[in-house]
């Protein structure tokens, strides 16, 4: 059984640019959580998401940055016109249930925005 | 408004020692937590959880202590190893609404010396 699978596990993308980050949760998972990583802190909890919806985005800036999870296919961190702050490190955790402390972790994917 | 701190950055302990990670929380919501064992590059693992009715949880060389009235936790790892070289985050989780997101603090880099 596969674990979380992000990718790409290293991004870089010039201000301006839109930046797409995968996670493909774990068989018979159908829920999914995304955390950023800023440097020298704790992860953050940005949004919540079970197949086709979003449960919980409290933790996403307003602007620029959405998320999905289709029917098929992975997750999807969308950030748009990325700047210099964007730059961190984002995990996806997938999990049975709305329980997220029974989430399993990806390895991240590296944002670095030049 | 950090809702779990982890007021030490790093710690160093000898190999054979007992390695203690301490944890502090303000939100008096919390009911569960969690350790998680990071290494560079790598997504949080899972190590231990407590639930806010015990207040000792073991599991091996690792134990976790919860001191409600005090809004404490604490790591006891024991006996360290230089495998346990990591970066550790202590999460507290609320059962609030239809999301458990976790709320992390910023971690505590454990080098263990051989």
């Known amino acids: 059984n596969a674990g979380v699978m992000q990718n790409p596990r290293h991004l870089v993308r010039r201000r301006g640019q839109e930046a797409r980050l995968r996670c493909s949760p774990m068989?018979?998972?159908?829920?999914v959580y995304w955390y950023r990583q800023l440097p020298e802190e704790g992860l953050k909890f940005m949004v919540y998401l079970q197949k086709e919806n979003i449960i919980d985005e409290s933790g996403m800036p307003k602007e620029r940055f959405s998320a999905e999870f289709p029917k098929e296919g992975p997750s999807i961190l969308r950030i748009q016109q990325v700047v210099r702050g964007d730059s961190a490190a984002y995990f996806c955790a997938s999990s049975p249930s709305r329980v997220g402390t029974e989430a399993f972790f990806g390895q991240g994917t590296r944002l670095t925005v030049v | 408004d950090q809702q779990v701190k982890q007021n030490s950055p790093s710690l160093s302990v000898q190999e054979g020692r007992i390695s203690i990670l301490n944890c502090d929380y303000t939100?008096?919501?919390?009911?569960?937590f969690l350790w998680y064992k990071k290494y560079p590059a790598e997504g949080p693992t899972f190590l231990i959880s407590?639930?806010?009715?015990?207040d000792k949880n073991e599991d091996g060389r690792f134990t976790v202590f919860l001191n409600k009235s005090a809004k404490h936790l604490s790591l006891h790892i024991v006996p360290s190893q230089p495998g346990d070289s990591a970066v550790y985050f202590c999460a507290a989780s609320a059962n609030q609404g239809g999301s458990e997101k976790l709320v992390f603090g910023k971690g505590t880099k454990l080098t263990v010396n051989p």
């Open positions: 939100n008096s919501m919390f009911d569960y």
């Open positions: 068989k018979g998972h159908s829920h």
């Open positions: 407590i639930s806010s009715i015990k």
